[in-house]
């Protein structure tokens, strides 16, 4: 089982706010990712960062069986 990671971060001038490398590289994250960031007014402690999808390739990937095979099937029934 994955252990969780927490780092500190200090919030600078204009609002910037680094994120650590070991969250960084725990999370995959890149440069351009994109990012939401929420707070519960009833919470106001947490603020929540959600990274965006930027893509929807292979999302889907094994819910349906084999995809190839699938595929396959198809374009022998166009001919």
Do not use: C, K, N
Request: no cysteine; aromatic share 6%.
């Amino acid at each position: 089982m994955a252990t969780m990671v927490r780092e500190r971060a200090q919030l600078r001038a204009r609002h910037q706010l680094t994120i650590p490398d070991a969250v960084v590289r725990a999370a995959g994250i890149e440069e351009g990712d994109t990012f939401v960031v929420e707070v519960d007014p009833s919470h106001p402690e947490t603020v929540r960062l959600e990274r965006l999808r930027t893509s929807y390739a292979g999302a889907l990937e094994g819910i349906y069986g084999d995809t190839r095979e699938y595929l396959d099937e198809l374009r022998r029934d166009w001919e």
